[in-house]
């Protein structure tokens, strides 16, 4: 028996809400004019989306190349049963703050799940952010 | 108490495979100059990665705007207690089928979680599939 799946959009708040709730996601950037796409972990730190990788990672080194990086960074939590849950979709820009007095501070409250260096602190600052939530209808 | 996560990067084949199992993942791309992500449905086909879509999405005025449009596409299953799981990383170019003979076909392969248009088909080419095991060591 097939239900009817309602796509709803999430209220910007609701949106945020999720996005705070989450600690893991998907970063999108551009290196030599192509998309690049990258899993990370994540903590939202007064509205910023901050992560801690590696200063050799491929994010790392094209924000270091350019201040201000466009990126788009994505979490869900789809049920894989029901096929329900939702996405956020976030579009922002992310700087370098591993320099900064609180960059350590900040790192160390970002989830690891990787045992690599981390010793890259970037700040995603988002400029919009969107979500979906997939429910059955009835 | 903490275990050491430990990354593996999967083979080739390996990573196809969860590719192919997964149903589910999120398209990269580059809209005005600006990265753009989205979560899709998607099948696996002779190599290929087949996402239905809607004709007005942005992914599909992207892939009509741009011949062979360069995307990259991620796919992972994390169990969110243990943190342990896997990323499969994909680069590729993406094209609209729509027009196909087999399009309809492959389209209706894809499965749909959302009650929406779905009346484009965009086949994506992997030009490189890498991936990532999290595993926790004892």
């Not at 290196?31 to 989306?49: M, T, Y």
């Not at 201000?68 to 049920?79: H, N």
């Not at 996405?87 to 992310?94: E, H, K, Y």
């Amino acid at each position: 028996m097939e239900h009817e799946r309602k796509p709803v959009e999430l209220r910007p708040e609701v949106a945020k809400g999720y996005l705070t709730h989450a600690e893991f996601g998907r970063v999108a950037f551009i290196v030599d004019g192509l998309p690049v796409i990258r899993p990370l972990n994540h903590v939202v730190v007064e509205g910023d989306i901050i992560v801690h990788t590696s200063h050799d990672s491929a994010f790392a080194q094209a924000v270091r190349a350019r201040p201000d990086l466009p990126v788009a960074y994505e979490t869900d939590e789809i049920e894989a049963h029901s096929h329900t849950g939702w996405s956020v979709l976030v579009r922002g820009t992310a700087t370098d703050i591993t320099g900064h007095p609180r960059a350590a501070q900040l790192g160390r409250q970002v989830p690891s799940w990787i045992d690599r260096p981390h010793d890259a602190v970037i700040a995603i600052r988002p400029h919009q952010v969107t979500g979906l939530r997939l429910t059955i209808g009835h």
